[in-house]
């Protein structure tokens, strides 16, 4: 929120300067993003007159002026503004001088012919307003040749972020409140005199949808003159980065930002019998005053007449229905809307305003009577007319909460000694009513007080958080315990495996569009978010692939040849009578160029299926699966094509990884040019290790006898796994054999049709003593009995 040091001071008595009121502000919890001081911009812009205007010799629409800001001779300068004259007293830009509409800095330069010595400007060209039809004209004692800034009265402006739990502060006067409970100054409120009605409202005022407006006040003000608001409100309007736009949506736009109270005025002529706030009807639409048509449905609270909707409740208004500089007669509305509704409504229709921005946080209930007589005063000063009675329909949330606050929590749980009688100061100074007793009465705007602990808060936050003591929480002696999970040990262990095998870690979002959630669910039940921060991302990520995925595109249309991703995180599924079900996962992507082309490789090479198979067996092993004993199985999954990809699991049902190709449809639906492989591992399936005896490893003892390495050709089915056959020949013996690997497979001449020749080389180790001859006959004659099995036999 935007606002200028001007615009404080018109509710804080403070000599503190901008820089201090900026420390107090960030001492105080409202974080200052920045200061802007317009004087900057103005500088080399000066109170000039202008002494003489006569046409240009070789242009129509140019005069040739003779300007003095009092300060040596008169300078010549070119203008094309009409309203350029002799005798009036405008702004002048000197050689040097930047422009804040363009940046254009000025320079002595020569206009069709003739020497011009700077600029005469425009409200626009100096960022004060949108007027550009002439130049500035200022009033006849203006003083000539002060520096424009100081005569303008530009102040710094502060930008100062406002946490979503305090929107009693969306409005300067929120903020010079806070400012002088902290010590910065003397709190005030502008004096505004009331305007006494003239006779009932004309126009009926109805409530239908109590839930969603549950008070609405207003009252008629006809006869009004629509010009332009006065100076010194335009210029904090600006200030705020409000652009000015008429005296009665100034004023409108005045009392939200000052006093954080929205309000909207109608044209009256453009009703037509009794508003009333109710529901939209569904497929109901109206054109907003942002010139964009909204379709609304039955959840939607809507300020309507006989006619149509004048007004989406709490966001924004219509635009046929708003006031003109030819109004006549206007009707005001002051109300309050339940903020669970406008964050809803808001968020369906993807429309952000400023009065959205402060209903779904919650405006202070209780001013409504002072904010319509805050309205009414202004516009009566400011265009005239006589005011109607106030008419009120329902009432706004009633009974103020009540606090019973024992002053000693302040030491407890903030960690700081203040006196009860400090404590009191400060939260008097806030608004509160503290009683002897400590009963604490909450202002009705104060949503965010719940409880002592919510006191507790406010008493050290303007007592300055600078003063609680830093303290080290109590350790108990000696080494500390492990505070890791087996869990996240395991996830640690996984992310330095695969970065070390040259995977990229990705973060992406939890959440996903609802198609591309349902595409990897496998039929089963997706967490959908009923208040998403995005209609387009409410689904929780029933598998990580989807975001790698999308994370994989960004890299191949930014012209990556390849991209090598992992993530770790949940999967989210709807378990049993509603609870959560998240499951530790691992997901992988590799796509597009496995290897470049060049001189050795020729042609680039991608991925394929049993690269996934490398990586997800590789950190299967990393997390402690005893991948010896996978088996290889199909089913990764409709997303994965089905002559490419598999599954890794221990025994039928125990499913560890999926792997493989993905299928093309599912590149179709990512918009992803293939082909792609992918892993996920599936982390809680993994058994948990046996609780070793001790901490300590055992020591390593390196066999004392050399290794013995035998091959075997062994003829199989086609379609059996060398990894089955692999297995069984393990299994033989396990004493004996230490490792086995198929180092070739061959099919064709010599091997009948319908089989396959697979090679497996097998480790034997020796234990006390080398195997003799007719001991690794016998290992031997076990390798192949055990290899047939699985229906393999010894190639002769």
């Excluded at 422009?99 to 011009?116: C, D, F, T, Y």
């Excluded at 009705?444 to 609680?468: K, Q, S, Y």
């Amino acid at each position: 929120m935007k606002f200028s040091l001007e615009w404080l001071n018109d509710f804080l008595e403070t000599e503190a300067t901008v820089a201090e009121i900026a420390a107090a502000l960030n001492a105080i919890g409202h974080e200052v993003e920045g200061i802007e001081d317009p004087a900057e911009k103005l500088a080399g812009f000066h109170v000039a007159e202008v002494l003489t205007a006569a046409p240009h010799p070789d242009a129509d629409k140019l005069q040739v002026l003779s300007v003095t800001t009092g300060k040596g001779e008169p300078l010549q300068v070119v203008c094309g503004a009409p309203n350029a004259r002799a005798g009036m007293k405008g702004v002048l830009g000197l050689p040097g001088a930047v422009v804040p509409s363009n940046g254009m800095q000025l320079r002595k330069s020569a206009i069709r012919g003739v020497e011009s010595n700077g600029m005469m400007c425009s409200v626009r060209e100096l960022e004060l307003g949108d007027e550009h039809s002439g130049i500035i004209e200022l009033p006849e004692d203006a003083p000539v040749g002060a520096d424009f800034a100081d005569y303008h009265g530009a102040s710094p402006v502060l930008d100062v972020a406002i946490t979503p739990n305090r929107p009693d502060c969306m409005g300067v006067m929120g903020i010079a409140r806070d400012l002088a409970a902290a010590g910065l100054g003397t709190f005030r409120l502008p004096e505004i005199a009331p305007v006494a009605g003239e006779g009932a409202c004309p126009v009926e005022i109805r409530i239908e949808d109590s839930a969603g407006c549950p008070a609405w006040y207003g009252r008629v003000i006809s006869g009004v003159a629509n010009g332009s608001s006065p100076e010194w409100m335009q210029r904090r309007l600006l200030a705020a980065g409000q652009r000015p736009i008429s005296a009665i949506v100034d004023v409108t736009n005045y009392l939200m930002l000052a006093y954080g109270r929205p309000a909207h005025a109608y044209d009256l002529d453009k009703l037509s019998g009794a508003m009333t706030a109710r529901l939209a009807r569904d497929g109901e639409e109206v054109l907003a005053l942002n010139e964009k048509t909204y379709t609304l449905d039955p959840t939607m609270t809507v300020i309507a007449d006989d006619a149509g909707v004048h007004d989406i409740a709490g966001i924004m208004g219509a635009e046929h229905s708003g006031v003109t500089p030819e109004t006549i007669d206007i009707l005001l509305e002051i109300a309050y809307f339940d903020p669970e509704r406008i964050g809803v409504s808001g968020r369906k229709l993807g429309l952000a305003s400023d009065a959205r921005t402060r209903f779904e946080r919650g405006v202070d209930p209780a001013f409504l009577d002072g904010g319509l007589a805050i309205l009414t005063a202004l516009i009566v000063e400011m265009c005239g007319g006589t005011a109607s009675d106030v008419v009120r329909a329902g009432s706004p949330p009633a009974g103020p909460k009540v606090v019973a606050f024992d002053p000693a929590l302040t030491r407890r749980l903030g960690g700081v000694e203040i006196e009860y009688d400090e404590q009191r100061r400060i939260l008097r100074a806030l608004d509160f009513e503290v009683g002897e007793d400590w009963q604490v009465t909450c202002p009705a705007r104060r949503h965010d007080i719940e409880g002592p602990a919510d006191l507790v808060e406010e008493v050290v936050r303007i007592h300055g958080l600078d003063t609680v003591e830093s303290v080290p929480l109590p350790r108990a002696e000696g080494v500390a315990r492990p505070t890791a999970t087996a869990l996240q040990q395991t996830e640690r262990k996984l992310r330095r495996s695969a970065a070390a095998r040259g995977l990229n870690e990705a973060v992406t979002w939890s959440f996903l569009p609802v198609a591309e959630a349902e595409h990897f669910a496998d039929g089963a039940a997706l967490w959908v978010l009923d208040n998403p921060i995005s209609e387009d991302m409410k689904a929780m990520q029933p598998s990580l692939l989807p975001g790698l995925l999308a994370a994989a595109k960004r890299n191949a249309d930014r012209g990556a040849p390849g991209s090598r991703l992992f993530e770790i995180g949940r999967r989210y599924f709807r378990g049993k009578n509603g609870a959560s079900d998240e499951k530790p996962t691992l997901g992988l992507v590799l796509a597009g160029e496995k290897v470049a082309r060049g001189w050795a490789t020729g042609k680039a090479q991608g991925f394929d299926a049993f690269d996934a198979k490398a990586e997800a067996t590789a950190l299967l092993e990393a997390a402690g699966a005893p991948v010896g004993n996978l088996m290889v199985m199909g089913e990764a999954g409709p997303q994965f094509h089905p002559g490419q990809s598999a599954t890794l699991r221990l025994g039928p049902k125990n499913v560890l990884a999926r792997f493989g190709a993905l299928h093309p449809n599912t590149l179709k639906a990512f918009d992803i040019d293939g082909p792609v492989v992918a892993a996920e591992l599936f982390l809680d399936a993994i058994p948990a290790r046996k609780a070793s005896a001790g901490f300590a490893r055992p020591a390593y003892a390196p066999p004392a006898l050399q290794p013995v390495t035998r091959d075997f050709a062994f003829l199989v089915p086609a379609g059996l796994a060398a990894a089955d056959l692999v297995r069984a020949v393990r299994g033989a013996d396990k004493a004996a054999v230490v490792d086995a690997r198929a180092f070739d497979v061959f099919t064709g001449q010599g091997v009948e049709a319908g089989r396959k020749s697979v090679a497996v080389e097998v480790v034997l180790q020796p234990g006390e003593k080398s195997f003799t001859d007719a001991e690794i006959k016998a290992i031997s004659d076990k390798i192949v009995a055990a290899a047939g099995k699985v229906g393999a036999e010894l190639r002769a």
